[in-house]
């Protein structure tokens, strides 16, 4: 579900990050000493393989896009609507990862007390949660797919009502990012990663629920 010119603009993204990153790494002296900017290092540190974290991001979420093409079962016309929002996910949040690695590696080559580190992360983080908010408002309008893993398939009804809870849910996520990324000043990557987590398993709670409905006849 993802179509021609949006591999292209993904692929592009992913092998410009791959290529900033290995750049950066050759250019250290001792890989496991990254500066951070403003004259300070971080000694015997792995965070210069973060740098490579974006790109198999992308790679990693192309896999799961074209895992979920091939598991869908829908006419054209259904899947054509998937690929416009796997288009807004992916590009935007190529675009935004892009822009994180570049800001590290661009505050690695200064001095200077340039691109404060913790600013750069807050507007990520509203960033993040403003490109949720956009996808998870348009999923409820996306038509239901019926899947080849019974265990993921539901009928039309019973999908569309998911689809409603998880854009819903989407939402709700995207407004903790803003908030968290607006207001609050520690513990970010911490509320993320957990609102993230815990809104994956309530979608499956949810999923599981609805299939016990489709069973018992509700």
């Known amino acids: ?3 021609r010119k949006t591999l292209w603009i993904t692929s592009a993204l992913a092998a410009i990050m791959l290529a900033a990153a290995v750049w950066r790494i050759a250019l250290l002296p001792d890989w496991m000493e990254f500066p951070v900017g403003n004259g300070r290092t971080l000694h ?4 210069a393989l973060f740098l490579f974290v974006p790109p198999l991001w992308m790679a990693f979420f192309l896999g799961v896009v074209e895992i979920r093409r091939w598991m869908a079962r829908g006419a054209a016309e259904n899947i054509r609507p998937w690929k416009k929002w796997h288009s807004l996910v ?3 949040g190529g675009v935004l990862v892009t822009a994180m690695q570049f800001s590290i590696i661009a505050r690695s080559l200064s001095t200077g007390d340039i691109l404060n580190p913790f600013a750069m992360t807050r507007i ?3 960033a993040t949660g403003l490109l949720m908010i956009a996808a998870g408002n348009r999923l409820p309008k996306l038509p239901w797919l019926a ?3 019974t265990i993921l398939d539901l009928p039309s009804a019973k999908g569309a009502e998911l689809l ?3 854009g819903w849910l ?3 996520v995207g407004v903790v990012f803003v908030l968290t990324g607006a207001f609050f000043a520690s513990h970010l990557l911490l509320v993320m990663l957990s609102t993230v987590t815990a809104a994956l398993i309530v979608v499956q709670i949810r999923r599981a629920q609805l299939k016990r409905e489709q069973s018992s006849g509700l």
């Open 44 to 47: 015997h540190s792995y965070f």
């Open 170 to 172: 989407n939402v709700c």
């Open 147 to 149: 899947s080849r893993l």
């Open 164 to 166: 409603r809870f998880q």
């Open 90 to 92: 992916l590009i935007s």
């Open 1 to 3: 579900m993802i179509d």
């Open 124 to 126: 990520f983080t509203v």
